[in-house]
């Protein structure tokens, strides 16, 4: 494999790398998205206590995910996919 062949196959893969983290990143945006729904919906919506555990809940469950999916689709140090 001369030089030109190994700097393609390593251009190939952090394309694969960005395209899969950039799939990653929609994702989040997505569950940040409902995240702020929630929010706002307790906000400017009269809910009980029990409403507002149920949403502190799905607020916490989807924090939870977003930081999952950030640190399954981060790079390393030495330029590796995790």
């Known amino acids: ?10 251009l190939d893969q ?7 983290r950039q799939k990653m990143l929609n994702i989040i945006e997505e569950k940040l ?3 702020k729904e929630i929010v706002v919906q307790a906000q400017y919506n009269d809910v009980s ?4 555990e149920e949403l502190n809940h799905s607020i916490n469950n989807l924090a939870q995910q977003v930081r999952a999916l950030d640190e399954e689709s981060r790079i390393t140090k030495h330029g590796k996919i995790l």
Do not use: A, G, S
Request: glycine share 0%; charged share 40%.
């Open 1 to 10: 494999m001369d030089e030109n062949e190994k700097l393609k196959e390593i």
């Open 14 to 20: 952090e394309l694969q790398w960005i395209q899969y």
């Open 33 to 35: 998205i409902k995240m």
């Open 49 to 52: 206590m029990e409403k507002i």
